[in-house]
């Protein structure tokens, strides 16, 4: 039950771009993405509804595909600051709990 | 305004003790959730807490147990400690569920 995501990390020079999958095995009624740096609390960075898609932070964004059951979060021109570890979280059946995925790390070096 | 509050920031504990473990939400946040965090890994969910009843629960035994004040504010309690216990708990509140979730910094728990 618990969403899929990949790649696990990613290395990236500034600049660069990179994308994020998570996929579920389960309808999806709508996908969290939060971003968590070591050692500090995870921070939302936006939430994609069934049926919409909201954009929600800084030059990353997402999509959501309902059919296919995913999930992509985009890193545009990556910054330094966007090295930490990214979670996909999923609500099974619309309730207010949130399933996370493994993570997928990233690194953005200068 | 000050985001989520959690306290304490550390604790050690010994096998078999119990431990309380406490939050308060962003003020006007009335849903408040707890997660427990091991190293590598994401969030597992625990409890969820809406105007001070319980409105779900993850697969943690018995052993956990949470609770809502009338002020949203809200303690974990860990009884019978054991060593897997130990992990970041994070608290996490919300106004309404669809805006996403506001962590705190954690607790993070030691048991020797």
């Known amino acids: 039950q618990q969403p899929v995501q990949s790649p696990q990390a990613v290395i990236l020079r500034e600049g660069e771009d990179a994308v994020i999958n998570c996929s579920s095995s389960k309808a999806l009624y709508s996908v969290h993405w939060y971003r968590q740096k070591h050692g500090e609390a995870p921070v939302f960075l936006m939430i994609?509804?069934?049926?919409?898609e909201q954009k929600g932070h800084e030059k990353i964004s997402a999509s959501f595909n309902e059919k296919k059951q995913q999930s992509s979060l985009y890193l545009t021109a990556s910054q330094l600051s966007y090295s930490g570890t990214y979670f996909c979280?999923?609500?099974?059946?619309?309730?207010?709990?949130?399933?996370f995925g493994q993570g997928t790390t990233l690194q953005v070096k200068p | 305004d000050a985001g989520v509050t959690q306290s304490p920031t550390h604790l050690i504990k010994t096998r078999g003790q119990h431990v309380t473990l406490r939050c308060s939400p962003i003020s006007g946040h009335k849903s408040v959730s707890w997660y427990q965090q091991v190293l590598g890994q994401g969030p597992q969910f625990i409890f969820q807490y809406y105007e001070k009843e319980e409105r779900g629960r993850g697969n943690f035994p018995d052993r956990f147990s949470a609770r809502q004040f009338p002020n949203y504010s809200s303690e974990l309690n860990v009884n019978a400690l054991l060593l897997g216990d130990s992990a970041l708990y994070l608290c996490?509140?919300?106004?309404?569920?669809?805006?996403?979730?506001?962590f705190g910094s954690g607790t993070r728990l030691t048991v020797v």
């Open positions: 979280g999923t609500p099974p059946s619309n309730t207010g709990k949130l399933i």
């Open positions: 994609l509804l069934k049926g919409g």
């Open positions: 996490a509140s919300s106004l309404l569920g669809e805006r996403g979730y506001t």
